[in-house]
């Protein structure tokens, strides 16, 4: 049996485009899972500068599953952007010191926790995820899409700000393969059934 090396860094011979994310990212608040490719028209590096505001002293993670696909200009907006939007005035005057230092004293910015990417998501060219977004298992974000809520597993969004297309396939269909898991699998498993699960035969996974 041969698979796929999942700590090879480009595992398409002589192309350097595309990437397992995991074997590139350096920034420890960015956990992406096993398999999950990036794909950039210009450089695989690009991926950490496209993660926006991700500072360490607020703490927040962007969770990565198994299994995804992430295009090229992906942008995934951090809680790091936020400001003070009840305030009278969002401007961050205590970054600049002086006798502005103290103006935070008391306040804190506005935190919406990690962002989470469910497994088997792909998204789509230019999209842009936004602060604390949890997007479900098998969701597709269409081209340019920015996503400000969460996405339900196996849901297609699309638009500015993004909305639900449809649904990839019916709700018993969607329960079978959340409870199925397939990315759980032992590799060798996944390896055995890959024309299963790149088919559309659900009563046959259900006999896996």
Not at 63 to 91: P, Q, R, W
Not at 151 to 173: L, M
């Amino acid at each position: 049996m041969s698979i796929p090396n999942k700590d090879e860094k480009f595992p398409l011979p002589h192309y350097d485009r595309l990437c397992f994310l995991k074997n590139i990212v350096k920034n420890p608040n960015i956990i992406v899972g096993d398999y999950t490719y990036y794909d950039d028209f210009e450089n695989v590096e690009n991926f950490e500068k496209n993660v926006k505001y991700l500072f360490d002293f607020i703490g927040d993670k962007l969770v990565i599953g198994k299994f995804c696909m992430i295009a090229s200009d992906v942008t995934f907006i951090m809680n790091g952007a936020n400001h003070l939007s009840e305030a009278v005035t969002a401007y961050p005057f205590a970054i600049f010191g002086e006798d502005w230092s103290n103006a935070m004293e008391g306040k804190k910015y506005p935190v919406k926790k990690d962002t989470n990417i469910g497994n088997d998501v792909w998204i789509g060219y230019g999209a842009t995820i936004m602060p604390g977004v949890t997007i479900g298992d098998g969701a597709i974000i269409a081209t340019k899409s920015v996503v400000t809520k969460n996405v339900e597993p196996y849901t297609i969004v699309g638009g500015n700000p993004s909305k639900e297309i449809r649904k990839r396939f019916s709700k018993e269909n969607i329960e079978l393969l959340l409870n199925l898991k397939w990315w759980d699998w032992p590799i060798e498993k996944i390896t055995k059934h890959v024309q299963d699960l790149t088919g559309d035969d659900f009563e046959k996974l259900a006999e896996l």
